[in-house]
């Protein structure tokens, strides 16, 4: 190649490389866009399902769970994780929260749990495992799904999106660079995650750091709690891995099986970006073939 045509292309090709890589529906997967998992009052919230063609049912389900600080995101945002582990056999379920612009902790954690019992009640329907559902998230909502692991028992955290009498218990979870300690946030005052956090949890640490503890999912570590999965950029300064280094700790000190995937020199979002995606999509794929006992 011309070494003029080279200098001219190298920012081209450098943008690619900082990317989402591209995604198109495997010719194996059905996608059922936009079904309303839960309902509040004439507020509807909507998921996209992602289904094996074909395969040895009923299948494991993965409950997904975009980042974006909790006032942003969209539920696209793990279509392309969903339709790779439909090849394999699971459904996957990319959902919608309340953000919060629109209301504040723990309404979006309602929202979770509500998806996780959907999957419950649609599971006959489905071809779904009721007893084989993962959930997976990113950022913020990687603290909301280990928040949603560690949690089981807080009926005063199920809220009222719809199939009360359903369990929200999820059998493993994989965490991307999540944010697992809120504490840790709110001692920063200034830095832009502690107001995410304050926005999202509708008070400051310094007013109401009770609140913050309870949301943090470090604080409800059990020996019940379930198999986890991090993954993690050691660059990361959005959210530094010490938070997942510090829950991982937490639950192997509880007796539950707990690891983490390293990602050197990766910033925040690493998963969703060459070189990570493949190998971060592969671990994930691993861990929940493991702990969602996929035939």
Known sequence: ???????????VLLLAQRQDPPFSLPDSVELRPDLVFARYGPRELKADLYLPKSGQAPFPAIVYVHGGGWRNGSKSAFS???AHMATRGYAGLCIEYRLSGEATFPAALHDVKAAVRYLRAQAASLRIDATRIGAAGGS???HLVALLAVSPQRKDWEGSGGNPSLSSAVQSVAAFNPAVDLVAFGTLRSNDASNSVATFLGAHFASKPELWKDATPITHVSQHSPPFLFLHGDADTTVPIAQ???MLESLKAAGVSAEILTAPGAAHGFFNRPPWFEPTLRRMAEFFDVTLKIR
């Open 1 to 11: 190649m011309p070494r003029l045509l080279l200098l001219l292309l190298l920012p």
């Open 80 to 82: 392309r994780h969903a």
């Open 244 to 246: 997942s280094h510090k």
């Open 140 to 142: 913020a909502g990687g």
